[in-house]
């Protein structure tokens, strides 16, 4: 039994009234707390949120559900505790309200740049490309992954934290984000001290220095059985996600777009067969991927990628992503090496 908890609720009203009767009959010895929440930190908080609510989440979707844990006997890390109330001034990492950064975007992601080993943090063809957006995006979501793994160590003196970032140094050295303890009242638990790679004096507070994010624990799953067939999921690639493709595809009929990229899959899978580096594995929606490219424009460039799963006997193509998209699910699972999906 959860003794306690804060639950945030964002919805219209007869659905907070529904979501709190399920609550209170189910456990009623939690406490429910509601206030406000800045709409940047529901992507982060849901992440977690949804470990308890995912059922109710998916009956609602237009119900976002936050989670405050604040009792030891949760499945929770106790660092955890206040990482989603609303921070004062700063910047913070996904806005998580963990840590306190006072020169995030300025200063702290510029070092990391420097401290890792060289790699292309930019898109090449994006309209709207910002400075080391792919990177800011990789941090964003390996902070959620390993917030849900439980991979933040904290030293035994409680005093400071840190977490694998999942990038080395030059010297293939593993870097890690350091945090101290926040002295600041009404703010995050933790401030950010900087990047420190492994064997720096700082770490050694740490006794066990943590692991990095984990996507996948059957590495077959990374590579593409050409023997399986694809079935679309095509309704939602063709319809509710028309607007992902290029122009003058986003204007067309349905079914002249489904007609096309059945098209495509015949000669991309002789492809695959040949290269198996063009079926690129990534990490969407809690499980490993195969982002295949459609070349629909022009034969020389992917103008989108197409996310299929392992569905036992068949591939099921789940959804359409556009090239930034899929670099991002892409780059949690491995560096790229920017064959075909070069956004």
Avoid at 48 to 61: D, T
Avoid at 239 to 263: T, W
Wanted: glycine fraction near 4%; include cysteine.
């Amino acid at each position: 039994m959860i003794a306690s908890e804060t639950i945030v609720f964002k919805g219209n009203k007869s659905m907070q009234e529904f979501f709190f009767a399920i609550v209170s009959r189910k456990h009623p010895d939690v406490r429910i707390d509601v206030f406000p929440i800045r709409e940047e930190n529901l992507e982060s908080a849901c992440a977690v949120a949804e470990c308890h609510l995912e059922e109710f989440l998916e009956r609602y979707p237009c119900a976002d559900v936050v989670l405050v844990l604040d009792n030891e006997e949760t499945d929770f890390p106790k660092e955890l505790e206040f990482c989603f109330k609303k921070n004062t001034g700063g910047e913070e990492i996904n806005n998580s309200g963990f840590a306190f950064f006072p020169t995030f975007l300025t200063g702290a992601i510029k070092e990391l740049v420097a401290l890792a080993e060289d790699e292309d943090w930019e898109y090449h063809f994006s309209e709207e490309n910002t400075e080391n957006d792919v990177l800011l995006n990789y941090l964003r979501y390996t902070y959620k992954r390993i917030a849900k793994e439980r991979k933040i160590a904290v030293s035994e003196n409680k005093r400071y934290s840190c977490f694998h970032t999942g990038l080395s140094t030059k010297y293939n050295e593993p870097i890690y984000a350091f945090f101290s303890k926040n002295t600041k009242p009404n703010s995050a638990p933790w401030f950010f001290v900087g990047w420190r790679s492994r064997g720096e004096k700082q770490l050694k507070n740490i006794s066990k220095l943590p692991e990095p994010a984990s996507y996948f624990s059957d590495t077959s799953s990374l590579f593409f059985d050409y023997k399986k067939g694809i079935v679309l999921n095509s309704a939602h690639i063709v319809e509710e996600n028309k607007d992902r493709f290029p122009a003058p595809f986003s204007s067309e009929d349905p079914q002249f777009l489904l007609s096309v990229i059945k098209g495509k899959l015949v000669g991309l899978k002789e492809m695959i067969r040949c290269n198996y580096k063009i079926a690129v594995p990534c990490y969407y929606r809690g499980k490993i991927h195969l982002l295949l490219p459609l070349y629909l424009k022009n034969p020389d460039r992917a103008d989108m990628a197409l996310a299929i799963e392992d569905a036992g006997d068949h591939y099921r193509a789940a959804t359409c992503l556009t090239l930034e998209m899929a670099y991002h699910d892409a780059r949690l699972v491995a560096k790229q090496d920017r064959g075909w999906l070069n956004p």
